[in-house]
């Protein structure tokens, strides 16, 4: 379950604490997340439709995992 941040309304805060954002614009895809504990982020931004900046964002975030 999301709930918007009272920081800002486009990112988003996880029950388990990971505060997210996603968008789009001017042909990039982008994936920005903060760990529970605030002692990681990972951001990514593709410039095609081709790529799934989410699942990309997950698979590097597990190398801290």
Do not use: M
Request: proline share 2%.
């Amino acid at each position: 379950t999301l709930s918007s941040s009272s920081a800002a309304s486009d990112v988003y805060k996880r029950q388990d604490g990971t505060l997210e954002h996603d968008g789009s614009w001017g042909g990039f895809l982008t994936y920005f997340a903060v760990s529970a504990d605030r002692s990681h982020s990972v951001a990514v931004s593709c410039n095609t439709d081709h790529q799934d900046p989410t699942a990309i964002a997950g698979e590097l975030a597990e190398i801290w995992r």
